[in-house]
C-alpha cells in the first residue's frame, strides 16, 4: 500500500533531506507534497489525499502547533498522523505536542535511524486501522 | 543560569549539531580569538542570526565562510559542491543556526521556558571586518578539518541573574 507524506518544514533544505531519508528507506510512498508552513500545509491537505504529515514547528504564519490544532479541529483530516521533527526539544513541548494530537516526535538534529523508525511505527498503525476499518465495512449489514 | 552555563549549551549544540547533520566534526578553539585572527583576509563569509526569549532575551549568530558553507550544504543535502545553489547554501545556514539554537535551548533549560525565533540572514554589511570588530556578545570559535567558521550568543535582557 502506498502512502502519500506532507512534508512541512520552512527549510526547503530540511525538506529536501527528509525527502530522501524516505526514498532511501524503502518505504512505499505514493507523492511526496511539501509545505513551508501550516497554511501552506492546510491547502494540500485540502486538496489532496495525504496519508502521514511530518512537520516542523517553529516556522512562520502558521508554526506546527496550530498546524495539528486545525487538523484536529477538522473531521476529515482529524485522523492523518502527525509526527513533529523540530529543533523545539524540550520535554514541555515534546508532552505538548503530543497531548495535542501528534503521534510521534523526532528532535533535531536527528539520526536518519530517527526518521524511519517512527515512519515505520506509524504506517504499521495506519495500515492495521484501514485493514480493521475495511473489514468492518465488509462485515456490516446492508 | 550561569552566563558559562549558556556557552556550555552552546558549544555542545553545535558539535552536535555539525557532526551529527553535517558530517563536520569540529574543534573548539578556547584561546582567545578574534574575527580578523579567525577568517582569512578576504575571505567571503555568510552568516545568519536569530532571536531568543524568555528567562533571558538575546540572539545567536553562526558566520561561515562560504567555501565551507558549500561543503556542509553538500554534505546536508547529499549533492557534490558543484550542485549547490546559493539558495540552498542561505537555507543551510538559517538551518543550521535554528538546530543549534534549538538544542542549545533544550539543554539549557529542560523545562521549555525559552522560544527561539525565525533564523535569518545577516546583511552583507553586517559581516564587514569593521561590523565583525564590533560584534557585541561572547563569540565560540571553531575549527574544522580544513577551515574555520564562528558562532556566537548576545545576551540583551534577562530575569535570572547573569553571573559572569
Not at chain 1, 105 to 130: A, C, H, T, W
Not at chain 2, 35 to 48: D, K, R, T, V, Y
Not at chain 2, 56 to 82: C, H, Q, R
Amino acid at each position: 500500500m502506498a502512502f502519500n507524506v506532507l512534508i512541512v518544514d520552512d527549510s526547503s533544505s530540511m525538506r529536501s533531506v527528509i525527502k530522501k531519508i524516505i526514498r532511501v528507506s524503502g518505504f512505499d510512498v505514493g507523492e511526496y507534497w511539501e509545505a513551508a508552513d501550516g497554511k501552506e500545509a492546510l491547502k494540500v491537505l485540502m486538496n489532496d489525499w495525504v496519508d502521514i504529515v511530518l512537520s516542523d514547528i517553529n516556522m512562520p504564519n502558521m508554526n506546527g502547533l496550530e498546524l495539528i490544532a486545525e487538523m484536529k479541529r477538522d473531521e476529515l483530516l482529524k485522523s492523518i498522523p502527525v509526527v513533529v521533527v523540530s529543533t523545539e526539544g524540550s520535554e514541555k513541548i515534546v508532552q505538548e505536542s503530543m497531548k495535542m494530537g501528534a503521534r510521534g516526535y523526532v528532535k533535531k538534529p536527528f539520526q536518519p535511524e530517527d526518521i524511519k523508525r517512527i515512519l515505520s511505527n506509524i504506517m504499521g498503525e495506519v495500515e492495521d486501522e484501514k485493514r480493521d476499518h475495511d473489514e468492518d465495512l465488509e462485515g456490516g449489514d446492508f | 543560569m550561569k552566563k558559562e552555563t549558556m556557552m556550555k549549551t552552546l558549544k555542545e549544540a553545535i558539535s552536535n549539531v555539525l557532526d551529527t547533520m553535517f558530517f563536520q566534526p569540529v574543534q573548539l578553539d578556547e584561546s582567545n580569538s578574534n574575527f580578523q585572527e579567525w577568517f582569512s583576509i578576504g575571505q567571503s563569509l555568510c552568516g545568519a542570526t536569530v532571536s531568543f526569549n524568555g528567562p533571558l532575551a538575546g540572539s545567536l549568530y553562526l558566520i561561515v565562510p562560504l567555501d565551507l558553507l558549500s561543503e556542509i550544504t553538500a554534505n546536508f543535502l547529499g549533492l557534490k559542491e558543484e550542485e549547490i545553489h546559493e539558495d540552498q547554501r542561505r537555507d543551510t545556514v538559517r538551518e543550521a543556526l535554528n538546530m543549534i539554537g534549538g538544542r542549545m535551548l533544550s539543554l539549557a533549560d529542560k523545562a521549555g521556558a525559552f522560544k527561539l525565533g525565525i533564523p535569518e540572514l545577516m546583511d552583507e554589511n553586517d559581516l564587514s571586518d569593521e561590523k565583525l570588530a564590533a560584534l557585541r556578545g561572547d563569540m565560540v570559535f571553531i575549527g574544522t578539518e580544513n577551515n574555520h567558521l564562528a558562532a556566537g550568543i548576545m545576551i540583551e535582557t534577562g530575569n535570572l541573574k547573569l553571573e559572569t
